[in-house]
């Protein structure tokens, strides 16, 4: 059975950092495109980070230079190291597979950037 378990948000100051991380169980994690995706209120879900089976990544342009994607197949773990946060980075973070969603989503981890 597929589970998403997101974790790592938080409130925090602008300029803070967090890192957030999402464990896969029940997928075959190592050999699939995973990406972080988030979601403020009454706003469709974005894509902001992707990383490939071989550990390429691409970022949406609001975050590019401030987030970094990174996975450990061996852990089925996906991270999200986010610096440098601003005020409109706050949102639910999720974690699913790249292009196409698992039908399935976790609950996500709320980040707020705020002082």
């Known amino acids: 059975q597929l589970q998403l378990l997101e974790s790592g948000g938080g409130l925090v100051q602008p300029g803070g950092s967090l890192r957030l991380s999402c464990t896969v169980s029940?997928?075959?994690?190592?050999?699939?495109?995973m990406g972080w995706y988030r979601q403020t209120p009454g706003k469709q879900r974005d894509v902001v980070a992707v990383i490939s089976i071989g550990g390429s990544t691409t970022y949406a342009v609001p975050v590019k230079g401030r987030f970094t994607i990174s996975r450990d197949n061996a852990k089925n773990t996906l991270y999200l190291q986010m610096n440098s946060l601003k005020p409109e980075d706050t949102a639910v973070y999720y974690c699913n597979k790249i292009p196409t969603p698992y039908g399935h989503w976790g609950q996500g981890t709320q980040v707020t950037v705020s002082s």
């Open positions: 029940g997928s075959n994690f190592s050999t699939t495109f």
